[in-house]
C-alpha cells in the first residue's frame, strides 16, 4: 500500500447542506453521477456521501459506523491566517471548538467543527512549512 491517503469520505445526513459550508469556505464543488458530491483537494478529494448508503456499502447500521476520535488537519502558512478561516467557518454554520491560540510545541491552531459535527484543526506549524502547491510536509519533508 502507497503511504498516501487518496479520497476521505464524509457520511452526512443533509448533503446540500454540507456542501453549502464547504463552499462557503470558499471549496469548488463536483458533482458526480454516482451522487458523491466532491471537492478536490491538493493531491486527494473530499468526497460527501449519504450516511445511510455509506452504511449500506460498509454492510453495517449507521449506529455502528460510530465517530471515532478523527479529526481532519488544514494548515496556514503563517499563525495570522488561523483565526480568520476559523472565522470564517463560524460565520459559514461551523462551531468553534477551540479559538485560535498558541500551542505548547510552538505552533498557533485551534478547532471547529462543521454542521454535521466533523471536527477540523485549523494550525500554522513553524516547524512544517507548507510546499510551493500548499502541500503539508511533516517537519519540512517533501
Known amino acids: 500500500m502507497d503511504q498516501r491517503v487518496s479520497l476521505i469520505t464524509?457520511?452526512?445526513?443533509?448533503?446540500?447542506?454540507?456542501a453549502?459550508?464547504?463552499e462557503a469556505l470558499g471549496?469548488?464543488?463536483?458533482?458526480?453521477?454516482?451522487?458523491?458530491?466532491?471537492?478536490?483537494l491538493i493531491g486527494?478529494?473530499?468526497g460527501l456521501y449519504p450516511l445511510q448508503a455509506l452504511a449500506d456499502e460498509i454492510g453495517l447500521?449507521?449506529?455502528?459506523l460510530g465517530h471515532g476520535a478523527t479529526t481532519l488537519g488544514h494548515n496556514v502558512?503563517?499563525?495570522?491566517?488561523?483565526?480568520?478561516?476559523?472565522?470564517?467557518?463560524e460565520a459559514a454554520g461551523a462551531?468553534?471548538?477551540k479559538?485560535?491560540?498558541?500551542?505548547f510545541w510552538g505552533g498557533h491552531h485551534g478547532y471547529f467543527s462543521d454542521p454535521e459535527g466533523h471536527i477540523w484543526e485549523v494550525a500554522h506549524n513553524p516547524f512544517s512549512p507548507l510546499g510551493p502547491k500548499g502541500e503539508f510536509q511533516w517537519n519540512g519533508a517533501a
Open 10 to 18: 464524509l457520511g452526512t445526513r443533509n448533503m446540500d447542506r454540507l
Open 20 to 22: 453549502a459550508f464547504y
Open 99 to 103: 479559538p485560535a491560540q498558541d500551542v
Open 61 to 64: 447500521p449507521v449506529s455502528e
Open 27 to 40: 471549496w469548488v464543488r463536483v458533482d458526480s453521477p454516482d451522487g458523491v458530491i466532491a471537492f478536490d
Open 77 to 89: 502558512p503563517n499563525r495570522e491566517d488561523v483565526a480568520p478561516l476559523l472565522a470564517r467557518a
Open 95 to 97: 462551531k468553534i471548538l
Open 44 to 46: 486527494q478529494t473530499l
